[in-house]
């Protein structure tokens, strides 16, 4: 059997429309993120928060101590991560995302990963 090559992953979660709060997104251990994207969005801040497994308690996500968050609005954002970001997300197995406004529909958010596919 062949190595497996690392490559470009994207992983997908959604905040429902009227909700804050996303839907659980793995990220394994073969993966490390290094972006986000974010269509329009009716909230102008998304923060994120990790667990060690998907029906644990959720935390903030900090890099360095400083809460990951991203502003973010209607016309949507393509963001890579700074090395400190890309740690933060890589200690967490699990993320969400909340928007600090309710969603006028549902809203895509997109983590771009760098690794193997699980």
């Known amino acids: ?37 974010f269509g329009p969005m009716t909230g102008t801040a998304v923060t994120v928060t990790g667990s060690l497994t998907s029906d644990g308690t959720f935390y903030p996500l900090s890099a360095l101590n400083t809460a990951v ?8 954002k393509f963001i890579g991560f700074t090395t400190d970001v890309a740690s933060a997300f890589q200690a967490a197995t699990f993320v969400k995302f909340t928007s600090g406004s309710s969603e006028g529909a549902a809203r895509t958010i997109t983590v771009l990963c760098v690794g193997r596919e699980e």
């Open 69 to 76: 968050s991203f502003t973010v609005d209607g016309t949507g």
């Open 1 to 37: 059997m062949g190595a497996r090559q690392t490559r470009l992953i994207s992983r997908t979660t959604t905040i429902a429309n009227g909700e804050t709060a996303s839907s659980v997104l793995a990220i394994p251990a073969s993966q490390r993120a290094v972006g986000i994207v």
